[in-house]
């Protein structure tokens, strides 16, 4: 049943899973069911214990009623509603704030970043980092990866990302990634007092992750751009940066407590990505 505008289709007991996996859904009847049953099917032959939390964020399409079918037959997949429409950032936060899982994972529903680059992630905080972030600038230096990305996409995201760095995120090379895991305790930490609702809580996140100084590995990604993006690169760049500068004010009055120091990265990004998709 629903309630205060959440709606779990299933509920698991007290049994903490390994993994959490958390995609924010506006709109998506046409993506995501493809992209629910590629995560089931790989998380089952792997073995992990998981969750699958689908938050869909005021959907006007059959969103709902299709996770709702798939729930049917598969017990680890839940649904968390919202009466309206509050944005990317708010849909993670919530999702992430009712995972229970050792690991968390939030992924885009349209699957553009293969859900088997998890390993990879995996493999940093085993190494200890505590967040990891998927990167598709390390990988576009790399030929053993593949980046698939519209051009005009790219250029603004070179430019994104230079202003953002001189706005203090650092050398990380892509920020923008769909594709982040976080260690059960950061996560709660940092979406304890993220306050960004839109695109630009991604910034939030890593500017303050490193505030507090966690470990951050930047891990290079397969990706391809998909068709049905709800993102306006030109349009969506400029409120980014603007959320990014309050994102800072909020830093100087307190907000997100005292300041640490610069974050570790715990592997180094490469000097020469510059270039990040949106």
Not at 9 to 30: D, K, R
Not at 34 to 63: A, F, K, M, P, Q
Not at 187 to 201: E, H
Request: with cysteine; net charge neutral.
């Amino acid at each position: 049943m629903a309630t205060q505008g959440r709606f779990d289709v299933t509920h698991q007991g007290g049994v903490v899973p390994g993994l959490s996996v958390i995609i924010p859904a506006f709109n998506e009847a046409a993506r995501l069911p493809s992209t629910i049953r590629h995560i089931i099917e790989y998380l089952e032959n792997r073995g992990t214990s998981y969750e699958i939390l689908i938050v869909d964020d005021g959907s006007e399409d059959d969103t709902a009623r299709l996770v709702e079918s798939l729930a049917q037959g598969h017990p680890h997949l839940r649904l968390i509603t919202s009466p309206c429409n509050m944005g990317k950032g708010a849909a993670v936060r919530r999702g992430m704030q009712a995972a229970r899982g050792d690991y968390q994972l939030f992924a885009d529903a349209d699957g553009a970043t293969p859900f088997e680059e998890l390993a990879r992630l995996e493999a940093a905080l085993e190494q200890g980092a505590d967040l990891a972030i998927g990167s598709r600038a390390l990988a576009s230096h790399d030929n053993a990866y593949t980046v698939r990305a519209r051009p005009y996409r790219s250029l603004l995201g070179t430019v994104f990302n230079a202003m953002v760095r001189r706005l203090g995120v650092g050398d990380l090379s892509d920020t923008q990634c769909g594709f982040k895991l976080f260690r059960r305790s950061i996560a709660r930490d940092l979406f304890s007092v993220s306050r960004v609702n839109g695109y630009a809580f991604d910034l939030e996140l890593l500017y303050i992750a490193r505030l507090r100084q966690y470990r951050i590995a930047e891990v290079p990604v397969n990706w391809t751009d998909q068709p049905g993006s709800k993102v306006r690169p030109w349009r969506d760049g400029l409120i980014m940066l603007i959320e990014f500068v309050k994102v800072r004010r909020r830093e100087a009055q307190g907000i997100y407590g005292a300041r640490y120091g610069t974050a570790r990265l715990a592997e180094p990004s490469l000097s020469s990505a510059e270039s990040t998709q949106f």
